[in-house]
């Protein structure tokens, strides 16, 4: 059965660019000054849509609790991307679906255009997610303006109705206003009072989204999103690879690491659930796989886990690599998934709420899907490293904690 929020058509690079011009395009005369930046990337039949946008002065008591000076937290939340939106390509300039991210769910929900369908174009769906935009700048969502035909036909319309109405009859024999000015004053009123509360609810929920965006990435250039290809310095946290796996086979299984002499070694021998990646210097094939396989040839590095994974449930595996000067740490967060690092120089710590857990090159730690954790480099030297995020594909890969405070045991 057909899915406007499943599968898609991969989108082609001239089609990328044009919807990329036309969010931009339309954003930008829309919300001018809403937004600091807007962030638009693809992924197979996926666009995904951010913004960023100037935070709030944060208040005395706020930077108490998060240790931190007024310009490192300006600093850092001007980092934190709002999620708008989630488009996905069937084809045609006018047949995308769309997803809404919903910060009380922490994932794309499904979503209908203001059209009232499954389907529609990458500025309607911005318009959708635009909702935060709007709270946080006061600009009202403004319909496209009817022609002076409809116009007439409207107004025709509204005054046929009040003539028919019981008010109006009413108004014949009561010493009163005149209906028509009755029945508007009153919907006027209405019409006011529930925008003043639409408009304070909008900002509630916009207050709890800006503190609940605070990413795993916040601090760390490339967010653990950016493309390795394209990392602009050597410190930060980019992405390796990122593959859909699909459903898990039954039994235990591990995150395999092993490396090769050459990208062509390594990709002769790829099968099932492996993936080839080139990172610090040397090839890599990552596995997913149960304990004790072993590939044809290359170095077995080391096999971590088990992963704690469910049955009938479709994973994509999300692979970073990251290098931390010392003294950088992520925020807190959790994944829809468990996470294994693996350092290949230096030291990491990971706080969770069980503790620490510390590691040195050659070792490696796997924390459980949905634990909130942190990840600090105490140093004294660099820390390069290697991770897997094996997340629910029906999920965004990282999501802020903001239930649980670390007790800074990975800075004593």
């Known amino acids: 059965?057909?899915?406007?929020?499943?599968?898609?058509?991969?989108?082609?690079?001239?089609?990328?660019?044009?919807?990329?011009?036309?969010?931009?395009?339309?954003?930008?005369?829309?919300?001018?000054?809403?937004?600091?930046?807007?962030?638009?990337?693809?992924?197979?039949?996926?666009?995904?849509?951010?913004?960023?946008v100037e935070p709030e002065p944060p208040s005395r008591r706020l930077l108490r609790v998060r240790h931190e000076?007024?310009?490192?937290?300006?600093?850092?939340?001007?980092?934190?991307?709002?999620?708008?939106?989630?488009l996905r390509y069937f084809g045609g300039r006018k047949t995308w679906s769309m997803a809404f991210y919903t910060y009380s769910n922490e994932r794309y929900e499904p979503c209908t255009f203001p059209n009232g369908t499954f389907y529609g174009t990458p500025e309607e769906g911005f318009e959708v997610g635009a909702v935060y935009l709007r709270a946080r700048s006061g600009i009202r969502s403004t319909p496209p303006r009817k022609s002076r035909a409809a116009e007439h036909h409207a107004s025709a319309v509204r005054r046929a109705r009040v003539a028919r109405s019981p008010a109006a009859e009413r108004g014949r024999y009561l010493d009163s206003a005149p209906p028509e000015r009755t029945r508007r004053s009153w919907r006027d009123a209405m019409t006011s009072d529930f925008r003043s509360i639409g408009r304070a609810l909008v900002l509630a929920v916009f207050a709890l989204a800006v503190t609940a965006v605070e990413s795993a990435s916040a601090q760390v250039p490339g967010r653990c999103e950016v493309p390795a290809s394209q990392r602009a310095t050597e410190n930060g946290c980019y992405v390796s690879a990122t593959v859909a796996l699909g459903e898990p086979p039954p039994g235990a299984l591990f995150w395999h690491l092993v490396t090769y002499p050459t990208r062509g070694a390594a990709e002769s021998v790829a099968g099932p659930r492996t993936t080839v990646v080139e990172a610090f210097g040397k090839v890599w094939l990552y596995a997913i796989a149960e304990q004790h396989w072993r590939p044809h040839g290359g170095t077995h590095v080391v096999a971590l886990g088990p992963l704690e994974l469910h049955q009938r449930r479709r994973y994509t595996a999300h692979f970073v690599e990251a290098v931390f000067p010392p003294g950088m740490r992520t925020t807190v967060h959790r994944h829809p998934g468990p996470e294994v690092s693996y350092v290949i120089e230096g030291l990491e710590c990971v706080e969770t709420p069980s503790g620490k857990v510390v590691s040195r090159a050659g070792q490696g730690a796997v924390v459980g899907e949905g634990v909130p954790m942190q990840l600090h480099n105490p140093g004294p030297g660099t820390r390069r490293a290697v991770a897997l995020i094996l997340h629910d594909s029906s999920r965004h890969w990282s999501a802020p904690a903001s239930d649980w405070t670390p007790k800074g045991l990975c800075s004593q």
């Open 69 to 86: 000076t007024r310009e490192e937290y300006l600093n850092r939340v001007r980092e934190v991307p709002l999620h708008l939106c989630r």
């Open 1 to 52: 059965m057909h899915t406007p929020h499943a599968g898609g058509t991969t989108i082609p690079g001239g089609v990328r660019q044009e919807t990329e011009r036309r969010v931009r395009g339309y954003a930008e005369k829309r919300y001018p000054g809403a937004f600091s930046r807007l962030d638009v990337r693809f992924h197979g039949a996926l666009c995904y849509i951010d913004a960023y």
